[in-house]
T-cell receptor, first 115, second 116 residues
């Protein structure tokens, strides 16, 4: 058990809808990362927050947004969902601000199915 | 641009066989970091090892060993005397120091099946 908690584990929704994925990092970790794992794109970095502020951005669509709250939990919001957004969304955390050699601790993911 | 290639999509071996998972990377940075993560059937990604670009020493941890060769841009992973519990998807990943942030670029993964 990595100590990173993601809810819900599974989410089924329809095209055009909006969903929120939630992540609680390991106790004491200040950085939260979001990754998307899909069959065609593989594992892709979406975005990182450090102590409440956005620190790094990857291939995140404009329809997607994230935030990190004062208690350090994070939410990933996905809107105007399309079939292609179906994927496993991982949250990861690390103790510090997220330099290139930092080891990440991943949650079990949220499996999103858009029908 | 940075890229990680794991050419082996799936490998299937019988228990106790040795198996090597290949990883080839591309980067323009002189300082970078390489990682291996394991994704067991339960789904979460588990960190296995981290290597920086200045450290070409091979590493052994129990039945696991890693061979880092800058000359061929490879960071291969060998499991000796494989066991059924080693069955998982294994990912090689790269991050560049020039990015100033931890943005892992993953390979496509190798699904390893160890048969009893």
């Amino acid at each position: 058990d990595s100590g990173v908690t993601q809810t819900p584990k599974h989410l089924i929704t329809a095209t055009g809808q909006r969903v929120t994925l939630r992540c609680s990092p390991r106790s004491g970790d200040l950085s939260v990362y979001w990754y998307q794992q899909s069959l065609d794109q593989g594992l892709q970095f979406l975005i990182q927050y450090y102590n409440g502020e956005e620190r790094a951005k990857g291939n995140i669509l404009e329809r997607f947004s994230a935030q990190q709250f004062p208690d350090l939990h994070s939410e990933l919001n996905l809107s105007s969902l399309e079939l292609g957004d179906s994927a496993l969304y991982f949250c990861a955390s690390s103790p510090n601000r997220g330099v290139s050699n930092e080891k990440l601790f991943f949650g079990s993911g949220t499996q999103l199915s858009v029908l | 641009a940075q890229k990680v290639t794991q050419a082996q999509t799936e490998i299937s071996v019988v228990e106790k066989e040795d198996v090597t998972l290949d990883c080839v990377y591309e980067t323009r940075d002189t300082t970078y970091y390489l990682f291996w993560y394991k994704q067991p059937p339960s789904g979460e990604l588990v960190f296995l090892i981290r290597r920086n670009s200045f450290d070409e020493q091979n590493e052994i941890s129990g039945r696991y060993s890693w061979n880092f060769q800058k000359s061929t841009s490879s960071f291969n992973f060998t499991i000796t005397a494989s066991q059924v519990v080693d069955s998982a998807v294994y990912f090689c990943a790269l991050s560049e120091a020039g990015d100033g942030a931890q943005k892992l670029v993953f390979g496509q993964g190798t699904r390893l099946t160890i048969n009893p």
